[in-house]
């Protein structure tokens, strides 16, 4: 069996809503992206799991996702605030981060690329229009994209 060129790379879902998660996992399967999802319910444990403190110390810090999915309204700390903390870190600022919302507020979205998102993406309520959306993003960050050296795994 050849194993798929995307599937060496993980993908960091923050999302705090139980069934978007669901959704998204569903989109990525449907659209045979079949890569590690490591999936973590809030702003405070996506920044335990990127700088491997809390419950990830001893996780590889040097290991970082190809992609991170980030949900702005988010308990403990808010995507926009995960955001400023991946930029300002060494370790993590090149790590590719798409944030992936159903805010529609312009705000939000100016805020985001100020901080350093890579893309915006509105979550569609279509699951079809949705998987399309994760289809296409995994097949741009995982495959087209190229990651800087620094993330990639060794």
Known sequence: ?????????????????????????????????????EVVRDGAEALDYLLASSQYQGRDITDLPAVVLLDLKLPKVDGLEVLKHIRADERTKLTPVVVLTSSKEE????????????????????????????????????????IPPTIRKT
């Open 107 to 146: 705000k939000d979205l100016i805020e985001s690329y100020k901080l350093g998102a890579n893309s915006y993406v509105r979550k569609p309520v279509d699951f079809l229009q949705f998987a399309e959306a994760v289809k296409q993003l995994g097949l741009y960050w995982l495959l087209l994209n190229e």
């Open 1 to 37: 069996m050849t194993m798929n060129k995307m599937t060496g790379k993980t993908i960091l879902l923050v999302e705090d809503n139980p069934d978007d998660v669901e959704l998204t996992l569903r989109a990525l399967a449907h659209n045979n992206i079949y890569n590690h999802v």
